[in-house]
């Protein structure tokens, strides 16, 4: 059964410039959320999609954007990039279905704004 | 706001001993996860709590879940250092909606 896929792996880009990652869950699974992981604030939400739907956004700005195809597939879009959104980024895939709600991580992309 | 704690943050510890990880939750959760992340890469589930009084074990790792008390707790067992990476506990309080917040981390170094 494959894994949670993340692509690219590695990006550097520039300040002002957006950037897309995608993510493929696990097959079956229809909820995909993306997490951030900085040294100085940890793992921190960004939103879920399922089916399809943004369930919920964490506390952050508008640049932060996302959205989910009909085979589940998420990309995730950050534009006007900053310096300080260089982090990795953490797609995480689950089932949702009652009281299958484990999550399970891609290997991440690891974005450098300079 | 759901705040998720862990102590300690760091721990060093020689092979053989044992220890345990603690990690507390602000509000009302029956969802508790804990992984594991080695350097560089990404997040590995270990264990999945989905009531109170529940344990589970895997090798050395016993994950135990007080939903009463907001508190679960990660034990090692004569630590390997196969064991050393960092490990995060999550709370799902939302049913999913809200994500996973995650406490800080505790970085775990066992020595020989």
């Known amino acids: 059964k494959a894994g949670v896929t993340q692509t690219p792996r590695y990006l550097i880009k520039t300040r002002g410039q957006q950037v897309t990652l995608s993510c493929s869950p696990i097959?079956?699974?229809?909820?995909v959320s993306w997490y951030q992981q900085t040294p100085g604030q940890g793992l921190q939400f960004l939103f879920e999609?399922?089916?399809?739907?943004?369930?919920n956004k964490g506390n952050f700005p508008g640049r932060f954007s996302g959205r989910q195809f009909s085979n589940s597939r998420s990309e995730m879009n950050v534009s006007t990039l900053e310096l300080g959104d260089s982090a990795l980024y953490l797609c995480?895939?689950?089932?949702?279905?009652?009281?299958?709600?484990?999550?399970?991580f891609g290997q991440g992309t690891r974005l450098t704004v300079v | 706001e759901l705040k998720v704690e862990q102590n300690p943050l760091f721990l060093s510890m020689q092979e053989g001993k044992n220890y345990t990880i603690y990690c507390n939750y602000s509000?009302?959760?029956?969802?508790l996860y804990w992984y594991r992340q080695d350097p560089g890469k990404s997040l590995e589930s270990l264990f999945v709590l989905l009531s109170n009084g529940a344990v589970k074990q895997e090798g050395r790792l016993m994950a135990s879940l007080d939903t009463k008390a907001r508190l679960s707790t990660l034990h090692i067992t004569a630590a390997v250092h196969d064991l050393s990476a960092t490990y995060f506990c999550a709370v799902d309080s939302g049913g999913g909606a809200d994500g996973l917040t995650f406490g800080k981390g505790t970085h775990l170094i066992i020595q020989p």
């Open positions: 999609y399922f089916s399809e739907t943004q369930r």
């Open positions: 509000t009302t959760s029956d969802r």
């Open positions: 097959s079956g699974h229809r909820s």
């Open positions: 995480a895939s689950s089932p949702r279905t009652g009281w299958d709600t484990e999550a399970f």
